[in-house]
């Protein structure tokens, strides 16, 4: 087991280094400036950007993936890697540098916008609006079953020998009390702006404490909800009633991440949402890169290793932003109603999936419970009539496992 945590952290180390190594900074500032600039000119239609921004979205995400497969090799490090010396990059070499490697990316996205001008008309080139809308959608359901598996592994790890789970009654009433008391003061830092609610009016005083309402109840009609699943025999119901908690408290923080920004509770922090957004997006992006780093070293595939991943995660940022700002354009609404969408999807999200990420736990270690039940080998010491059966049942837990971990990978 510490083995296997001191891989885990060395692999987030390496990871973080590859992100914040000098040879790709120009690249990842870049996803920020075409992201920001792009997005205010879909919403105002700057010289018809509401259609071509799409596109320009989707040509520098085609660019940055064609660069993540160009990279390993010789060439691609020469053209998209900045060299830099041991002098660091404050520095005029560097920057013109840096610059320079972000003119092929700058053809080869001209290059599929102009294409794209030439096939299509403006008519099928609004098409790619809706793509990307719909695009932000499924990255929230994506999301949302991330996060549940997140914390489904988390339980495999901790569970031990089979253990009642406590359900109903008194304990769904207390899980959901400390629901409350968890995010008491969130509500009164995001809501109320750190200020004292008694300066509050009425409204607001109103739709706060209605949040804190529901997530009480949620508590409570999540417990049945997943009462059947929970209380089965033969499991750890201590690890299952950590993970369905832990994910309800997750969801919950969804909930009041999209609850903060409608009409009535925005004016109080506008501008450190989007800064908040700005960090979820890079989390939810190095995270991604991760799974594909981590799939692409268990197959030996050298384009989801070392700085491949950058490129990887700026392609995977550029149609995340672009996803935002398309259908922030189509609803005619603002960023922060977009991302409310988002946060409400990715809550429903992971709150209708409780049950199948408690299933997902099941039972202890198969090996473990058929070593006690197991017959004793003959006195010939022939135990071949039962090894069979241990190992198909081995197997197909294993199976089942991978199969899971290839559908969210």
């Not at 540098?97 to 102009?114: D, E």
């Not at 994506?142 to 495999?156: D, E, T």
Request: net charge negative; proline share 3%; charged share 15%.
């Amino acid at each position: 087991m510490s083995a296997a945590g001191g891989n885990d952290a060395s692999e987030s180390d390496s990871l973080l280094r590859v992100f914040s190594s000098p040879s790709t900074l120009p690249h990842l500032l870049s996803l920020g400036a075409f992201s920001g600039f792009l997005f205010v000119a879909m919403k105002i239609d700057l010289f018809g950007s509401e259609i071509q921004g799409s596109i320009i979205f989707l040509s520098l995400s085609i660019s940055y993936f064609l660069a993540a497969l160009i990279s390993p090799s010789r060439i691609g490090k020469w053209i998209f890697l900045v060299q830099h010396a041991n002098d660091g990059i404050l520095n005029q070499n560097y920057w013109f540098g840096g610059f320079s490697r972000l003119l092929p990316i700058i053809a080869i996205s001209g290059t599929f916008w102009l294409i794209s001008n030439l096939l299509f008309i403006e008519g099928q080139l609004s098409n790619a609006r809706i793509f990307l809308a719909l695009l932000f959608i499924v990255m929230s359901v994506f999301q949302g079953v991330s996060l549940g598996y997140g914390w489904v592994v988390y339980a495999r790890k901790v569970q031990r020998s089979p253990r009642k789970s406590k359900i109903g009654g008194v304990f769904s009433f207390v899980r959901s009390l400390i629901t409350v008391i968890v995010f008491l003061p969130l509500v009164w830092w995001f809501g109320y702006g750190a200020e004292d609610p008694r300066n509050a009016s009425l409204t607001e005083n109103i739709y706060w404490i209605l949040f804190l309402v529901i997530i009480a109840l949620l508590g409570v009609l999540l417990d049945r909800f997943t009462k059947s699943v929970r209380d089965i025999e033969g499991v750890d119901g201590v690890a299952l009633d950590r993970a369905f908690f832990l994910i309800f408290i997750t969801s919950c923080w969804h909930l009041l991440g999209a609850w903060r920004r409608s009409p009535i509770a925005t004016e109080q922090s506008s501008v450190g949402m989007l800064l908040e957004e700005a960090v979820l997006m890079s989390i939810s992006i190095i995270l991604a890169v991760w799974s594909m780093a981590k799939r692409g070293e268990k197959n030996g595939w050298r384009i989801f290793q070392g700085q491949s991943a950058v490129f990887w995660g700026i392609g995977f940022g550029f149609i995340y932003a672009g996803s935002i700002s398309s259908l922030t354009a189509l609803s005619e609404g603002s960023l922060l109603t977009t991302t409310a969408i988002g946060h409400a999807i990715t809550a429903l999200v992971m709150m209708g999936i409780l049950p199948m990420c408690i299933s997902w736990i099941g039972q202890p270690d198969i090996e473990k419970i058929v070593v006690v039940d197991q017959p004793q080998p003959t006195e010939e010491g022939d135990d071949s009539d039962h090894l069979p059966g241990v190992e198909k049942l081995t197997q197909e837990r294993t199976r089942k496992d991978d199969d899971v971990v290839e559908l969210l990978d």
